[in-house]
């Protein structure tokens, strides 16, 4: 991952953590970014990363959408 993806995924994950709190239970990477095939430097697309969020309930759908 690039040093602006890292930051990204920092973001999202505080952007979870505050609007879940506690009923956040993990968040899992999964895809080309957990098996380190991440697409090259020449390629207009860069950020494809794949996170899996696990919760002790069910989100409603505006906490989903948010």
């Known amino acids: 991952m690039t040093s ?3 930051v990204c ?3 999202y994950l505080s952007l979870l953590c505050d609007r879940l709190g ?3 239970i993990d968040v899992i990477l999964f895809g080309s970014a957990a098996r380190g095939e991440m697409w090259p430097p020449s390629s ?3 950020f494809d990363i794949d996170p899996l969020v ?3 309930a069910a989100v409603s759908e ?3 959408d948010a």
């Open 44 to 46: 207009p697309m860069h």
């Open 4 to 6: 602006r993806e890292k």
């Open 9 to 11: 995924m920092r973001r």
């Open 54 to 56: 696990l919760t002790r």
């Open 62 to 64: 505006v906490e989903e």
């Open 22 to 24: 506690e009923g956040l």
